[in-house]
């Protein structure tokens, strides 16, 4: 074989070698670069934290009790009474990474005080500055957090169009407010999934409420995810990614995702009680489940699930 042979041999192999390398890179899944949430230096809501929550419009006491129990199951002491795994308290656990990576004290929640304005005292159609005029008067002492939960027949400014519920602030009070609607007549589909079939997209069968209440195991899911963001951004200079505007905050960051395999239209691997067929990931006090929202890990960088 001559010289000119060899060579041009030689060229072919190296031409197959580049093929296969670039066939590789083309066929392998893209890897999206790690983001991360970054810390702003902001104040955070640590320690004991009282909640003060404002009912507004009818809600029954078994409604209430939904809530209720949620927020106390947020407590670890609470949870290990029950010692049932995955837990609310576990979902709970990755918030408190944040807390320690920002040198702050452990965030516990103490249920403080309820109201209720049974009578619409403010109508039926608020505005966002109702809203935080209304958390204002049920919280007018510094510090602490408000919940605003308005019952199926109040309509929101902004809800369904834009948002299922949103967290504010007081900057002079230093205290921060929570609101979130009960969607079940107004827009399940956007705000109550993966309970009722979704607005758009693939329409798969709606999963079974674990709590049996459409409504507000919908509310449950927008309140852990707005309580998160709240805890770990509460003034706009805390956790987030993205514009101090329109901020990707601590469950933000992995929308839809409840268990692992999640992907659009299908909210993941969930636990499923056997006795009502209810979708769940953790459990609560008073023999409570919930489905809880994913949680940006900052440890791995990745949306964490407890199941």
């Known amino acids: 074989m001559g010289f000119s042979q060899i060579t041009l041999l030689l060229l072919v192999q190296l031409s197959l070698i580049n093929l296969c390398l670039g066939t590789r890179k083309l066929n392998s899944l893209y890897q999206p670069p790690p983001m991360s949430l970054t810390y702003h230096k902001g104040d955070l809501l640590e320690g004991n934290l009282p909640i003060s929550i404002l009912w507004y419009g009818d809600f029954s006491p078994a409604q209430k009790s939904i809530v209720s129990d949620f927020l106390?199951?947020?407590?670890?002491?609470?949870?290990?009474?029950?010692?049932?795994?995955?837990?609310?308290?576990?979902?709970?656990?990755?918030?408190?990474?944040?807390?320690?990576?920002?040198?702050?004290?452990?965030?516990?929640?103490?249920?403080?005080?309820?109201?209720?304005?049974?009578?619409?005292?403010?109508?039926?159609?608020?505005?966002?500055?109702?809203?935080?005029?209304?958390?204002?008067?049920?919280?007018?002492?510094?510090?602490g957090l408000t919940l605003v939960l308005t019952a199926q027949d109040v309509a929101v400014e902004g809800f369904c169009m834009s948002n299922c519920g949103f967290h504010g602030s007081d900057t002079k009070l230093k205290s921060a407010f929570i609101w979130v609607g009960n969607s079940v007549t107004q827009c399940p589909g956007q705000c109550a999934w993966p309970f009722h079939k979704p607005i758009y997209g693939p329409q798969t069968t709606p999963l079974g409420a674990p709590n049996g209440d459409v409504g507000l195991d919908g509310m449950i899911v927008n309140l852990a995810s707005l309580l998160a963001g709240t805890v770990t951004n509460?003034?706009?200079?805390?956790?987030?990614?993205?514009?101090?505007?329109?901020?990707?905050?601590?469950?933000s960051a992995c929308p839809g995702v409840y268990g692992k395999g999640a992907y659009p239209g299908y909210a993941g691997e969930l636990l499923v009680d056997s006795v009502t067929g209810a979708s769940y990931n953790g459990f609560g006090v008073s023999g409570r489940k919930y489905l809880?929202?994913?949680?940006?890990?900052?440890?791995?960088?990745?949306?964490?699930?407890?199941v």
């Open 234 to 251: 509460p003034f706009g200079n805390g956790y987030f990614i993205g514009s101090a505007g329109a901020p990707l905050e601590a469950a």
């Open 72 to 143: 106390l199951s947020l407590n670890q002491q609470n949870q290990q009474q029950q010692k049932q795994n995955p837990s609310v308290s576990n979902w709970w656990n990755t918030i408190q990474i944040y807390m320690k990576k920002a040198g702050k004290k452990q965030t516990n929640v103490v249920v403080a005080n309820q109201v209720s304005d049974n009578n619409y005292s403010i109508g039926k159609k608020l505005t966002k500055s109702q809203i935080s005029e209304l958390a204002h008067v049920a919280n007018s002492k510094p510090g």
């Open 292 to 306: 809880l929202p994913a949680l940006f890990d900052p440890n791995t960088s990745q949306c964490s699930t407890i």
